[in-house]
């Protein structure tokens, strides 16, 4: 399987932004769809962003549209969540996937692959 590991969370206040990095352990990471999801405490995960393997189409959940860009570079197998804007309701712990094998039609996916998470808190 392919590791994991985000980076880049931390404490900011509303408005400010934070850069996420999901770093992969093996080149076969930059052939895969990848995404973003989070989880706040209490809540269900949810889908927050995705990316296809060329980095040419990007998707992205309503709640985050217009202040939350993904990005891939398969040159150093990562994927990035750039967040501006940062609101209170973003505080979560924010984690990347990436999906193997045979997939269709557009993202999210039931993705194999998972980070440990990193954690984001906004303040007000």
């Known amino acids: 399987q392919v590791q994991l590991v985000e980076s880049g969370g931390g404490l900011v206040q509303a408005g400010g932004s934070l850069r996420l990095s999901c770093a992969a352990s093996?080149?076969?990471?930059?052939?895969?769809?990848a995404a973003w999801f989070r989880q706040a405490p209490g809540k269900e995960r949810e889908f927050v962003a995705a990316?296809?393997?060329?980095?040419?189409?990007?998707y992205y959940a309503d709640s985050v549209k217009g202040r939350f860009t993904i990005s891939r570079d398969n040159a150093k197998n990562t994927v990035d969540l750039q967040m501006n804007s940062l609101k209170p309701e973003d505080t979560a712990v924010y984690y990347c996937a990436a999906k193997s094998g045979i997939y269709t039609g557009p993202p999210p996916y039931n993705y194999e692959h998972w980070g440990q998470g990193t954690q984001v808190t906004v303040s007000s």
């Open positions: 990316i296809t393997w060329s980095g040419g189409s990007t």
């Open positions: 093996r080149r076969t990471f930059s052939t895969y769809p």
